[in-house]
């Protein structure tokens, strides 16, 4: 029995499992600092569950409480406190989802950034080598000012990297 809604994933050393069911509802890669020194990585790429499609299996994640520089809200960061793997992401603006670090999924390859759905955020924080993806909205830092406003984001035809296409002309 394989259900193919069900996707599975988990820490480095096997502690703390867990599942999703469906489709994420929106995938970010996020360039800011704060991502990629909390993730020791050039981009985190994250996936939003609402809560009820996320459980635990296996073992209970230490949580590490962040507040937001820009929001000045609480991220809750959920880690293996055995082999330091992060797991996933609680938010006090965002109560009821889940943002998934997802590369603790099983086959991370199934977490894709489609259009639509999907958005890179922060490229004025972003490594110079990193590469925007083409198709995808690419925003300078969040997609909504603080107040929520939507901002205008910028579509590449094809992949560049940040030095190569950053800002826009
Ligand atoms: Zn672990
Ligand atoms: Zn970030």
Redesign the pocket.
Known sequence: MCDPEIHEG???????RYQTQGEPMRVTLCHCRYCQRATGAATMINANFEAAAFRLTRGTPTVYDHRSEGSGKLLHIHF?A????KLYMTFERFPGYVGLYSGSFDDPAWIRPEPGRARQIFLDSARPDAVILAGIDAYGQHATDAEGRPQVAHVFAHPVTVAEGWPPA
């Open positions: 988990g820490c480095l050393c096997g502690a703390i293996c055995r082999c330091g793997t």
